[in-house]
């Protein structure tokens, strides 16, 4: 961008048309915001400031940005043509609230936030102050660590902004070696809890596993669990409800009987997360075909109240006088 001849800074072809580099500077030193500021700069960007409060957010800002000063939130925005704030949710409307009240945004300067919950709505104070704003949430899980701007290659970014500066959203994202997906500023909220239901639900799924399989004696349970799991995860990309395995889409009531025992006795806290995922499992196989009406009312039956259907506890054997699997 060259920001010393005139221009009309919602013009798209003026976005457009920008070769020259911005300079960058970012609004909250989490794990986002140094990790993209410092892909823009391989781009030929050039960040000129952070701010960040906690020690952690300082010592990233080192890492990624080094020789990048640390200075408020307001000097970034004098300092910057292209200012990232990369800070949470609940956090981000009264700070574009706050930075317009007090007169740090200036026009013509690029606004971005990367909240994946919020459109470009939520910079509308800056936006009446002449801002140009954007939403750009990059579809990825952050470390902290360098190897976060390696992982961007490829990454989708679930873009919103006005039709005048798409162009210039999507040569961001590209810059970053990104994919550009557009997301209505109404659909972000859905767009967002599916992201939070795949990633971050995945990650306390994973982790429970390796807790489980630590107390049954396993050595590894990463080196275990990571084959398993990719080949999973892999299949289920392939071919969604198709990809379903294990004891749930079989209907096989008394094996997720036992488990529900064996997590009672061991792991209680992981009950209720075991049984809603049962559910949910057992609901998709039915609407899919993949589990037989025929074979589920058993199964059904121990997700509903943790026990089998029959009245026993969870796990717990037969009579003499009764076969496995027989109503009482």
Not at 119 to 145: E, K, N, Q, S, W
Not at 163 to 174: G, Q
Not at 182 to 189: G, H, L, N, S
């Amino acid at each position: 961008m060259n920001t010393t001849s005139p221009r009309d800074p919602t013009d798209p072809l003026d976005a457009r048309n920008r070769p020259a580099r911005l300079t960058v500077g970012v609004v909250g030193a989490g794990r986002v915001g140094p990790a993209l500021a410092a892909s823009l700069q391989l781009a030929g960007h050039r960040p000129v400031a952070v701010s960040g409060v906690s020690e952690a957010s300082r010592r990233r800002a080192a890492a990624l940005l080094p020789d990048v000063p640390l200075v408020t939130p307001a000097e970034v925005l004098a300092r910057a043509d292209l200012v990232l704030l990369t800070v949470p949710d609940d956090t981000l409307p009264g700070l574009v609230q706050g930075l317009a009240d007090t007169g740090a945004v200036r026009p013509g300067q690029l606004l971005v936030h990367t909240s994946g919950r919020y459109g470009t709505r939520v910079l509308d104070p800056a936006l009446r102050a002449g801002a140009l704003p954007l939403a750009i949430h990059p579809a990825m899980t952050f470390t902290g660590t360098p190897v976060d701007v390696q992982r961007l290659a490829g990454c989708s970014f679930g873009v919103t902004a006005p039709e005048e500066l798409r162009l210039a959203a999507e040569a961001l994202v590209i810059e970053m070696g990104g994919e550009p997906e557009w997301i209505e500023e109404e659909a972000r909220p859905l767009y967002h809890a599916a992201l939070a239901l795949g990633a971050n639900h995945l990650v306390t799924l994973v982790a429970e596993a390796m807790e489980l399989l630590a107390k049954a004696g396993v050595t590894a349970p990463d080196r275990m669990l990571g084959p398993l799991l990719g080949a999973a995860l892999d299949n289920a990309l392939r071919s969604g409800d198709a990809a379903l395995t294990g004891p749930v889409a079989r209907g096989d009531a008394g094996t997720v009987a036992a488990h529900v025992g064996e997590l009672r006795a061991h792991a209680p806290q992981m009950v209720a997360g075991y049984l809603a995922m049962a559910r949910a499992t057992a609901d998709r196989a039915l609407a899919h075909g993949l589990l037989k009406p025929e074979s589920a009312e058993d199964l059904l039956g121990v997700l509903a109240d943790g026990t089998r259907s029959t009245g026993r506890p969870a796990g717990s054997a037969p009579t003499d006088d009764e076969e496995p699997g027989e109503p009482r």
